[in-house]
């Protein structure tokens, strides 16, 4: 099975705090590097747990509230010094080109010597934004103040179908009927006996899927979306405990997450954004077990297996 995993390296709010980033997340899918908001910090992150940076093709950004971005002007920086030449794409609201193209004139670094694309995202409906051999990606428009915020799906493109191995040799197909055979294909006998596609192959694990949701007031519009998905990450800036009014400051508490991933029929709940207030981040996650029972924490450099 091809590899999927997500490794969190901020799950904070704007405050560096207690040796927390802000929002940053590593999508490893078939080794290749999706990064998820870039908060401040990520390089040192990337130092810290050997990530590759050169490995990152596409960028990720949900919006444009600094703790989500801050960190890409250090990661531009370091691409330019690093000499890359490979194309660099980055998913991004409207604002995000004329900030960076902004900073590269103002300290006269240059044009960068690399293509680097910019492909505006919308929160207005959510849209698929990517799509290559292994994965494709739509945008989850969010609910955050007056911000235009996307979250992201990342799902996992249908396999073919598998082969029942006994029956190669039982029917003596040749090597290169195989691909069509697993395409649904049927197969025909020398003899000209018809062998049904149910009778050779069997169905390949149903595609697996990770939703990330930051940042978000409760939101219910989101739950068609992110229906059925295997992990979804969703913010929790606050405990339900301390009584705020979350979804006046356009996020979500603790309970009101655990009320997505429920509705939503989520395999598995983690949760970040953590205002810098809470230090015991366990207990954020024992408050949404109450709602949703396989919650975890996004737990800064925790590697999360994606569908396990
Ligand atoms: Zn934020
Ligand atoms: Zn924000």
Redesign the pocket.
């Known amino acids: 099975m091809m590899r999927f995993e997500l490794t969190i390296l901020g799950n904070t709010?704007?405050f560096p705090s207690k040796g927390r980033l802000?929002?940053s997340q590593i999508l490893n899918i078939n080794e290749r590097l999706y990064l998820v908001d870039c908060g401040e910090g990520t390089q040192i992150r990337f130092n810290e747990l050997g990530i590759k940076r050169m490995k990152i093709d596409h960028i990720f950004i949900s919006?444009l509230?600094g703790?989500?971005y801050f960190g890409l002007f250090g990661l531009l920086g370091s691409y330019r010094m690093a000499r890359r030449t490979t194309p660099l794409h980055i998913h991004c609201p409207t604002g995000l080109q004329e900030l960076i193209e902004l900073e590269a004139k103002i300290s006269l670094a240059g044009p960068f010597l690399f293509p680097l694309h910019f492909h505006e995202t919308t929160a207005k409906k959510s849209k698929k934004i990517l799509d290559n051999a292994d994965i494709e990606v739509f945008t989850i428009p969010l609910k955050h103040g007056e911000i235009p915020t996307t979250g992201f799906l990342f799902k996992e493109k249908e396999q073919p179908r598998k082969m029942i191995k006994s029956k190669i040799a039982e029917y003596n197909i040749p090597f290169q009927a195989i691909p069509a055979i697993k395409n649904g294909g049927f197969f025909k006998t020398p003899e000209g006996k018809v062998i049904k596609n149910k009778e050779l192959t069997f169905a390949p694990p149903a595609p697996r899927s990770y939703a990330f949701c930051?940042?978000t007031a409760y939101h219910l519009p989101i739950i068609p979306i992110i229906k059925n998905v295997d992990l979804l990450y969703h913010?929790a800036?606050f405990n339900q405990e301390d009584g705020i009014d979350a979804s006046k400051k356009g996020h979500s508490n603790t309970i009101e997450a655990a009320t997505i991933a429920k509705k939503a029929k989520a395999k598995k709940l983690i949760l970040g954004?953590f205002s810098s207030r809470y230090t015991d981040l366990e207990a954020l996650a024992e408050e949404a077990k109450t709602v949703f029972k396989n919650t975890e924490v996004a737990e800064e450099k925790k590697t999360f297996v994606i569908g396990e």
């Open positions: 709010t704007p802000p929002t919006h509230h703790d989500h930051s940042d913010e800036t954004h």
